[in-house]
């Protein structure tokens, strides 16, 4: 049993035995004891004068002897106030640690066909650009996030939805046929996602010329700035025609269908060696023309229900006001959808696909009002579970230079990025002679893990509702909160393992130090991390607890030898701590999406 669980009973015991009164679990409220004062666990005994009629410093003092004489996880006990510090036995803890040692996924929980079913949507590409720094983060935390999920014993459906459809897909396709010549991957030697969205770059160019020269001329006929810059954003050939080019797809025009499927089969593969070199992937994939008539079918069903309303311009519209939000736009005028309505479409096609419980949206802070408009439209719908959606709001990532645009090609494009992070990591290997016994099979491999490690922890550590600054160079770093540091920890700590004759054993008896008990107490607060990180949806609960938890193994290796320990039980001890310390760093760090390497 755990030792706060052992204590917890006795304290419920105690104050039935001492004062006549039931208490419920909730009210035991055990905290780590603070740094200044002896002890382990402090017990709040506030909670209990009501049952005792006597001063919080007697109350303590009653609870404290009763547990000493009755717990065997209680060694000895102090009052200050309120509060019962509570000293825990070193049988205690090294019970603790054979229980830690025995489970090889401790602190995570096993799933089974009861649990509740989480569905996870992150990524959401546009098919007409490659993946960028934005859809790095967006794309690490949605798969942290499953992987926390899971630990927590969810089943988790990792999905994604491609944004293949729309006028920005179709500002690709046209400049490809008016400027490519043909162009292919193969022909240009570029990754499909790359060179489609060198197209997507090449309208915004040609369409910002067709806006200035017809400003230009509408400005000479009398016309204000302002007036000239709307009507010319309107008038320019270039949109236009990319907005029949959008009529002519919905209308399943046979040679706009057969360009839209090629051109984006290309980014397809794009994405594909992206993803799979980031690590992480999904287990079903929409597609939003897949979708997207089933949300236009939801919006003509709610209009005939008298849920929304036509406009005189045909255009269908959801009144909110009564909301406190304003009038939102479901269909335009000439019948073709918007993001609310693929989103509606979607929604309804997930929730038949799965009996979901929870339904996920990673996506970035800048569509709050988005999903807060969608949750009510669902809702109004008659999808019960409308209201229930969780938008995990994250933060936008920018850039020593200031924010990245698409349209005008200024993007970090992730695949350039995590080269960048692969190959800087083995320049500062390299530099610190970590590869100089190694082959170029090896070098190659664990300069993936760190650099990708880097990138990852980084971004992961940082609270995902806060904007980032993400600086390559500051991430990798073999010493502070880096993810290089919690894996050159463990390839330590591997090294040391492999050097001992035997894997480490407890014996009873074995005396421990402080340092040795504060280390088997941070590995117990893994669980507790675990299932916090799963109720805030953070994996930067995670990655500060790994980087705690290395800091603290460190802090006891500087001071106290392993394998050089003459007390053999000891050094036995300590070989188990180790191998937990490890197992804990790399089971935390898969949370994260992390690999941690065996040496470095």
Same mark, same amino acid.
């Given at each position: ?191 499909? &996602? ?6 997507? *770059?090449? @309208? #915004? $160019?040609? !369409?910002? %010329?067709?806006?200035?020269? =017809? ?56 994405? &594909? ?6 690590? *992480?992937? @999904? #287990? $079903?994939? !929409?597609? %939003?023309?897949?979708?997207? =008539? ?307």
């Amino acid at each position: 049993m755990k030792i706060e669980s052992m204590i917890c009973s006795a304290v419920i015991e105690g104050v039935k035995t001492l004062y006549g009164a039931e208490v419920p679990e909730k009210m035991v409220q055990l905290q780590k004891t603070k740094r200044e004062f002896e002890g382990n666990l402090t017990l709040v005994v506030f909670p209990f004068l009501k049952m005792s009629r006597k001063k919080p410093e007697e109350t303590a003092q009653e609870i404290g002897e009763y547990l000493a004489a009755r717990c065997e996880a209680v060694a000895a006990f102090n009052v200050v106030k309120g509060f019962l510090n509570i000293v825990v036995a070193p049988s205690a803890w090294l019970s603790l640690l054979g229980d830690i040692d025995a489970d090889e996924n401790f602190g995570h929980r096993q799933a089974t066909d009861a649990s509740p079913l989480v569905m996870i949507e992150y990524s959401s590409p546009n098919t007409n650009k490659p993946l960028h720094l934005g859809h790095v983060r967006n794309n690490l935390l949605g798969w942290s996030l499953a992987q926390i999920m899971a630990a927590n014993g969810n089943r988790v459906v990792k999905t994604n939805i491609v944004n293949d459809r729309g006028i920005h897909i179709c500002k690709s396709m046209l400049a490809w046929l008016k400027y490519g010549n043909g162009e292919t991957p193969e022909t240009s030697g570029k990754k499909g &996602d790359h060179l489609i969205g060198d197209y997507y *770059v090449a @309208f #915004d $160019k040609h !369409y910002r %010329e067709e806006v200035k020269a =017809l400003m230009a001329e509408y400005v000479a006929g009398g016309m204000d700035e302002e007036a000239a810059e709307k009507k010319a954003k309107e008038e320019a050939p270039l949109i236009k025609e990319a907005h029949d080019m959008l009529v002519k797809w919905e209308q399943n025009d046979p040679e706009v269908r057969a360009l839209w499927k090629r051109m984006n089969d290309w980014v397809y593969a794009g994405f &594909d060696e992206t993803y799979k070199a980031m690590g *992480v992937g @999904f #287990d $079903k994939i !929409y597609y %939003e023309s897949e979708t997207y =008539l089933r949300g236009k079918a939801k919006v003509e069903e709610g209009l005939e229900k008298g849920l929304f309303f036509r406009k005189d311009d045909n255009s269908v519209w959801a009144d909110l006001t009564d909301e406190g939000l304003d009038q939102k736009l479901l269909l335009r005028s000439d019948g073709t959808s918007v993001y609310m309505t693929q989103d509606i479409g979607t929604a309804e096609m997930r929730f038949k696909d799965f009996p979901i419980d929870k339904m996920i949206y990673v996506v970035g802070n800048e569509q709050n009002y988005h999903f807060q408009v969608l949750s009510i439209l669902l809702d109004r719908l008659g999808f019960k579970w409308g209201r229930e959606l969780v938008h995990f709001s994250y933060g936008m990532v920018e850039l020593p230079n200031g924010k990245m645009k698409s349209r005008e090609g200024t993007v970090v494009d992730a695949d350039d990025l995590m080269a960048l992070m692969v190959a800087d990591a083995r320049r500062t290997s390299e530099e610190a002679g970590k590869f100089d016994d190694m082959t170029e099979e090896e070098r190659s491999e664990i300069a993936r893990i760190v650099g990708m490690g880097a990138l990852k922890y980084f971004i992961l550590k940082v609270d995902a509702r806060k904007n980032m600054l993400f600086n390559p160079e500051e991430s990798i770093d073999f010493n502070g909160n880096t993810g290089p540091f919690i894996q050159y920890t463990h390839a330590r700590i591997r090294s040391i393992l492999r050097k001992a004759e035997n894997g480490g054993v407890i014996t009873a008896g074995t005396q421990l130090n402080d340092k040795e008990i504060a280390l088997i107490q941070k590995m117990n607060d893994y669980g507790a991390a675990v299932e916090q990180a799963g109720k805030d949806y953070s994996p930067s609960g995670i990655a500060n607890y790994c980087y705690e938890l290395t800091k603290e193994f460190n802090q006891f290796y500087h001071d106290y030898s392993i394998l050089r320990e003459e007390d053999e039980q000891k050094k036995q001890m300590r070989l188990v701590l180790a191998r937990n310390v490890a197992k804990i760093i790399r089971n935390g760090m898969s949370l994260l999406g992390i690999e941690v390497p065996e040496r470095m």
